[in-house]
């Protein structure tokens, strides 16, 4: 996460090909990388610390709301109930006050986040919204339809001089 992110894009937790690599979204037919590199304005190909330097020069910050789980697989679906730990919310948002948005990448991260880390929250100084899951297995909306609703919600809300002024560097 950068100095001072302004949106948190929270995913539920990361799936088998991510927890290997190391990375967030690291699965090939995963969005993620393509829709914000067709709004930030790189190449969803760069190497991945260069992807997040982007990321952090536009304000965002990437998360889970799950620290662990128990699931077999990468399916959100499968993770078993009562097994959900979330991450340490609360000193999140200490550390990082100018959070102003935080977008769910699908209806677990949505869930495991209200069911799990809400409670723990006194007056929150944010507003929420889930945007279409960036997964693979969301088909109800195309890559072009997830892509429009992701714009909507977080490009006003980034801080755009800053990559506008950085943007060179990573592509």
Same mark, same amino acid.
């Given at each position: 996460m950068g100095e001072r992110p302004r949106v948190l894009v929270l995913g539920s937790m990361p799936g088998v090909r991510s927890l290997s690599a190391g990375e967030y979204y690291a699965h090939p037919r995963n969005a993620f990388w393509l829709i914000m590199g067709a709004l930030l304005g790189f190449e969803p190909?760069?190497?991945?610390?260069? =992807?997040l330097t982007a990321l952090k020069a536009a304000g965002i910050g990437l998360w889970d709301v799950l620290h662990c789980c128990v699931r077999p697989g990468s399916a959100d679906s499968a993770i078993q109930s009562g097994s959900?730990? !979330?991450?340490d919310f609360p000193a999140l948002f200490r550390r990082y006050p100018g959070?102003?948005?935080?977008?769910?990448?699908? !209806?677990?991260a949505e869930r495991s986040f209200r069911r799990s880390v809400q409670?723990?929250?006194?007056?929150?100084?944010?507003?929420?919204?889930?945007?279409?899951?960036?997964?693979?297995?969301y088909a109800a909306l195309?890559?072009?339809? /997830?892509? !429009?609703?992701? !714009? /909507?919600?977080?490009?006003?809300?980034?801080?755009?001089?800053?990559? =506008?002024?950085?943007?060179?560097?990573y592509g």
């Open positions: 190909e760069l190497p991945y610390r260069n =992807r959900r730990v !979330a991450n959070i102003e948005l935080v977008c769910f990448n699908g !209806a677990e409670p723990l929250l006194i007056r929150p100084r944010f507003n929420t919204h889930r945007l279409p899951s960036t997964s693979p297995a195309s890559v072009q339809g /997830k892509q !429009a609703a992701w !714009a /909507k919600v977080i490009l006003p809300r980034l801080t755009m001089d800053a990559w =506008r002024q950085d943007s060179g560097r």
